[in-house]
């Protein structure tokens, strides 16, 4: 209903009534609301636990669907002890963990008739966090030309390695984690970021701006008339 009120509904299910979703009419004490049900011939439960892929820690606050083919049939969140359970029809189902921080896995179940209970354990793993910015010059004469951004895990491997777009942008896909990240340009410095931390489902931006190098100025300088070499003349750039 409108208001979120938990409504019990009991009895017999007119002939009328197809089965899967349809709406109707409660009647309240100060009003009528609408609500949404769902019938079906049959009708068990699944229930699990949803755990951390790498540490196995119980996860609370995962959002839990259930679905029979492309239809929504169920929906939960895990408690404080990342369990759930869900009231769904009684068929072949596929149960869908998920939230903003840990990445969509799923496991199929079959329910096959009323009453019947079947458990879904479902281990997620964090989604990726994104590593994007721009590779630009202290000069402000313009990004570097061809510009990398190369990135070493805590053991020291190489794990991403791309170049600068022509405006100095990049874009990299990590495992959250710590990194180290370098940016290097030709006729450039380069800029180093250690330890920076990837989150899941975050982008982190490091600021690359690289110091041009030292430039050399080499000549000879001659009279005009003669072209002899002059001596102890001063140059200035």
Not at 86 to 101: C, G, K, Q, W, Y
Not at 117 to 134: H, K, P, Q
Not at 150 to 162: D, L
Request: hydrophobic residues 35%; proline residues 5%; without cysteine.
């Amino acid at each position: 209903v409108d208001n979120a009120t938990a409504v019990g509904l009991n009895g017999t299910v007119p002939s009328d009534f197809g089965t899967g979703e349809t709406t109707v009419e409660v009647a309240l004490p100060d009003d009528n609301a609408t609500a949404t049900v769902r019938v079906a011939d049959a009708v068990g439960t699944v229930n699990g636990t949803v755990t951390d892929a790498e540490t196995n820690a119980t996860l609370p606050g995962i959002d839990v669907v259930v679905e029979n083919g492309t239809e929504t049939v169920g929906e939960a969140t895990t408690d404080e002890n990342g369990t759930y359970s869900v009231d769904v029809p009684a068929t072949d189902l596929t149960v869908t963990a998920s939230n903003a921080t840990y990445a969509p896995a799923n496991e199929t179940v079959g329910l096959d008739g009323s009453g019947d209970a079947a458990t879904a354990n479902i281990s997620l793993a964090l989604r990726n966090g994104t590593l994007s910015g721009f590779v630009n010059a202290t000069d402000d004469l313009g990004p570097p030309a061809n510009a990398t951004v190369t990135v070493t895990n805590e053991t020291n491997a190489t794990v991403a390695a791309v170049d600068a777009n022509g405006n100095g942008s990049y874009t990299v896909e990590l495992r959250p984690g710590s990194y180290d990240v370098t940016a290097e340009a030709p006729d450039f410095l380069t800029d180093a970021r250690t330890d920076l931390a990837i989150g899941p489902n975050a982008t982190t931006d490091p600021g690359f701006a690289l110091d041009p190098k030292a430039a050399t100025l080499s000549g000879t300088v001659t009279t005009d008339s003669s072209g002899d070499p002059v001596a102890d003349a001063t140059v200035a750039a």
